[in-house]
């Protein structure tokens, strides 16, 4: 497991504190033997330099047991290199796996206590060779050693496990900080590409056909090529008229949704072959949530009149116990809704119910009709 770059840093810094604190305190001791003192400091402050995150595993316990050797070395003569101890054992966590650095806690807790066993004998031996050892106080020094490593040990095993999970989540919140990052991204195309299907597709379409018809008779019928170009620019201007309209909708903080509907309906059943009928009696919503709803029904009356080859068409919306319900009914010749559809009609359609968090329900067959039903919750 490799961690962000500031680790090794703050485990080198920490080692030379600890380095400066064993020497400061060594003073202390009258048998403090300040050139071996000073080699093991120099062999501790030189390892601090490596800190092998990224070389195979049999390195790293070569490190991290280089480290506990040289300590249980200096123990058994003499110097006291207890911080050192515990810091390379909470390095171990970091390097290797968790079972692994619990057994070599286990092997060097054995370790420092017969280590801090034999020094208290050979202290007992130095200083009164006349006396023979006392059973009971040689026990309880080796009990009050293995208390102490075992509460020490388990102080810095659960401190290193809260950086780990601490490093972990980290490197999980900075993940998911890039995938919602790419998917904001990916939605924010999406609704780039919808809203100008919605609002420039369709008029940019019959624009291009009438110009094509005005190059066909340009040569041979130049008042029919005219009234094309005548229509052509009234498109252009729709285009125009399309996307400012959509702009003041969504600037718009009172926009009526019911008037919205019942104008489209109007210009429908004026610019289109159609004959069609409405019932609109909707709730005050939001108006980021009325301007998704007037863009899911004026796609579906878009499509039915650019599609369907319908006679009437049938919109009903209203409220409902199971929701917000819109309902959309022609006549037309339906299609076969197991075929993959091109263009953006219906998929828009979806991908914005998906938005407001309703369903989508569609039934149709060729030669039978198409009827779209939308719950949306209120």
């Known amino acids: 497991m490799v961690f962000p770059h500031p680790l090794p840093r703050t485990f080198r810094s920490l080692e030379w504190i600890f380095i400066l604190a064993h020497f400061g305190t060594g003073f202390k001791s009258p048998h403090y033997n300040l050139p071996v003192a000073l080699g093991f400091y120099s062999f501790f402050f030189l390892l601090s330099w490596v800190y092998p995150s990224d070389r195979p595993v049999w390195q790293r316990y070569c490190y991290i047991g280089l480290g506990l050797a040289v300590t249980l070395w200096a123990r058994r003569i003499g110097l006291d290199l207890g911080l050192l101890l515990f810091f390379y054992l909470s390095k171990s966590y970091f390097l290797l796996k968790r079972r692994a650095t619990f057994c070599l806690t286990l092997v060097t807790g054995v370790l420092w206590t017969l280590s801090e066993s034999l020094a208290d004998v050979d202290r007992a031996t130095a200083t009164s060779a006349q006396i023979p050892l006392n059973p009971a106080e040689t026990f309880q020094s080796i009990a009050l050693t293995a208390i102490t490593y075992t509460a020490a040990s388990a102080f810095v095993l659960m401190f290193s496990d809260m950086v780990v999970k601490e490093q972990n989540s980290r490197q999980r919140a900075d993940a998911l900080a890039a995938q919602v990052e790419s998917l ?124 369907a080859c319908a006679s009437q068409v049938h919109f009903k919306g209203g409220s409902a116990p199971q929701g917000l319900v819109l309902e959309l009914k022609d006549d037309g010749i339906g299609f076969n809704a197991e075929q993959p559809q091109t263009g953006f009609g219906l998929q828009g359609m979806m991908e914005r119910v998906q938005l407001l968090g309703g369903q989508f329900k569609l039934h149709t067959a060729s030669g039978q009709g198409t009827q779209i039903q939308v719950i949306l919750p209120l």
Request: a negative charge.
């Open 184 to 307: 904001a991204a990916t939605l924010e195309r999406t609704r780039i590409a919808r809203e100008i299907h919605d609002s420039l597709g369709h008029t940019l379409t019959d624009l291009d056909m009438q110009l094509a018809v005005a190059q066909q008779l340009r040569s041979h019928n130049l008042e029919q090529a005219f009234q094309s170009i005548d229509t052509a620019k009234v498109l252009a201007h729709q285009c125009i008229e399309d996307v400012s309209q959509a702009l003041d909708r969504m600037r718009q903080s009172d926009f009526d949704l019911n008037q919205a509907l019942t104008a489209l309906m109007e210009q429908m059943r004026h610019n289109a072959a159609l004959r069609v009928q409405w019932e609109i009696n909707l709730p005050h919503l939001p108006v980021h949530q009325s301007y998704q709803i007037y863009c899911i029904v004026k796609e579906g009356m878009l499509n039915v009149q650019k599609h």
